[in-house]
Structure formats: C-alpha cells, structure tokens
C-alpha cells in the first residue's frame, strides 16, 4: 500500500513538470515570433549585418590585396607604394593634425576614400545634401592621373531616405554627377588623390548590389592588383568556439532535456541503491517454535517430564477440540487428518508422555491448524 501511494504522488508532480518543459522546448525551439538580434558596428568591414561594409571587402578582395589598419594612415606607420588605396567609411572626426597627417600621405601618392557619415569630409569638402532615393549618375571627370580607367555608371541606388550629394565642391571636381550634386568628388593633392563619397550607405551590405553601386569602389580603387587598406579602428571580435557556439535556443532545449532526464530519473526510482521492500511482522513459525522448545526442555533433565505432561496436555486439548469428543479413537482420527500417525498419538498421549514425539505431535497438529485457517481465509 505504500508503495502504490508513492508511485502515486510521484506522477502527480511529474506530469505537470513534464508540461512545463514540454512547452519550454516547443517555445524555445519554434518561437512564435522570431526576432534575431545583430551586434553590429556600421560601415565597418567585420560587421556581416546589413549596416556593415563586410560584402564590400569579400569584393575588393577578389581583385586587390587587402588589408586593415588599426591606426589613422600616416606616412610613417604605412609603408605603401605609389597608387595604394586607404578606404575610411563610417563615423570619423578628424582635428588639424590628422588631417594635416592625412595631406601629408596623400602627397607622397597614397589615394584615400572618404565615404563618411555624420559629419562633412575634412580638406574643406562642403556639407552633403539629400536627392531621391533612385538617381540617373554619370562619370563626369575623366582627366589623366584621375580617372585612368573609365567605369561603367548610370544609376545609384539608396536608402528610403535619399542620397545623400555633394552640392558645393569648392576646388573639388565631380567625378559622378547627378541632376541634383555629385555623389563622387574628387582632388589632386600631390602624386595622390583624396576620392570624396557623398554616402557611405551606398556601400553597405544593404544597398552595396543596387542598381550600380558595386562600381562606385571599383571607380575610386583604381586598376586591379592595387594594394588597398581599410581604416578599421573597431576591435574584429574574437571567434567563438565549443558550447558557445551553439545558437541560444540550442542550448535552452539541451538545458530543458537535461532537467527532464533527471526529473524522470528521480520520478522512476523511490531511492539510489537496491529496493528496499517494505518490512511487515512475521510471526513465528509454530512448528520450529515447538520442536525448538521441546529440545531445549529435554536438554533438561529435571524438566523432561514436566513438559513432556505439559505438551502431552496441550496436544490432547487441541484434539478434543478437532474431534468435539474425549474418545481415543476419535483422539486418532483427529490426529490422522492432522498428519500424525497413530503411534505418535499413542506415545504422545501415553502416561510416559516421551518430550519430543509428543512435541513433534503437537506441532504438526498447530501446523495443521494454521493450513486450515489458511484455506478458509
């Protein structure tokens, strides 16, 4: 009975748990509405997302040798050759120094893009303005040392917002006009040239294969096999390896299955170890009882006849209340349908009354008694 009771409080906290997890994993591995969540730092070329510039790199990568830069391009800390390209997009301030260090290399014959946000290019390039967000372009300059090789340009395409232009170039010379400014400027300082990109969106993974935008970086970049450097002073991050790996709703459903295997663990076994069955009292077994007390009284000698009178006594009464009678010959008869020969009944119920035949003869008799009980029970 108490084990049926366990077994039942054990499915009464287990079935509700088992929902609760059930549903846990169903959630975790279908959720209603998926809504993925990107770290991204904008126009930087390790960010993948649609803010980033990452299809940018793989495409210049296929035609130039590429590489990224921590710090601000100088001439002292960038060893490049004539003709190299330093691309800077995205969120960028530059004080008189820099600016004067960014001169300086591009002097010495290092071209270097701007395509920034937020804040007008430095060398005194006016403020930007917004157009449509689908433009008619046009290579407009085409002088030597500038263009070198002529690219083919007919439509931009941009953010919902519009394109942003370059509307006031100053000595600047527009190198892809439109009907309302020049998405691409350019100016000769030295042997290089500083290229000048109204938008840097246009070269985002989101907008970079629109329309014509792919080839506003082959423009500025120049012939192939060009050594080209990215200014990228955003830490890359670090590659994410073994169980961290794992999607997040991977891991819940491994953590949910765990916790359901030790639920159903603790719910099929009561305890650790071997079963422990459950104890009850026996009563003595009559006959071994008996036969174990007789032998104990004969080791007795002053107590042989005594108890041997005393079972003698016991063994008589129980077989007068079988045969309802005092009769020996139904004191046999009782006897025989108890299991005890006639003789032992002789012997036990003799004026000698021996200790073991008679107790012998009493516990078959209380043996018998008990089957009985047994049966009818």
Known sequence: ??????????VVWTLPVA????????????????TPTTQSVPWSTYDTSLAGLDNLYALLEQNYPMRRVADLPSTSTLAVSPGSTVFIAGLHSFDASQVAQLEELIDSGVNVVFALAG????????????SATTVRAEVQVTIDGLLNERVNLSTLRGP??????FTDLGETLPVVATADGAPVAADAIGKG???FLSDPDLLTNRWLYNADNASLPLLVAGAADRPVFFYEPVTPPSPITGFAALPSNVKMALLLLGVAAFVYAVSATSRFGPIERNKRS????RAQYATALGTRLARIEHARRPAGTYLAQRLRRELQRRAATNNPADLREAGRRAGVSDQ????ALSSAAPLLPTAQALAQ?????RNMRKDRG
């Not at 049926?4 to 409080?9: I, V």
């Not at 929902?19 to 998926?34: D, E, I, K, M, Q």
């Not at 919902?160 to 232009?165: D, P, T, V």
């Not at 008799?365 to 008694?369: A, C, D, E, G, Y």
């Open 119 to 130: 804040a007008p290019p430095p060398l005194s390039v006016a403020p930007l303005t917004v």
């Open 1 to 10: 009975m108490k084990r049926r009771a366990s077994g039942f409080w054990n």
């Open 365 to 369: 008799v209380l043996r018998s008694n």
């Open 160 to 165: 919902i917002a519009g394109i942003r232009q």
């Open 344 to 347: 032992k009944i002789n012997i």
């Open 193 to 195: 040239i500083a290229w």
């Open 19 to 34: 929902l609760v997890l059930f549903a846990g994993l169903y959630v975790t591995l279908f959720p209603p509405a998926p």
């Open 282 to 285: 026996l009563e003595p077994s």
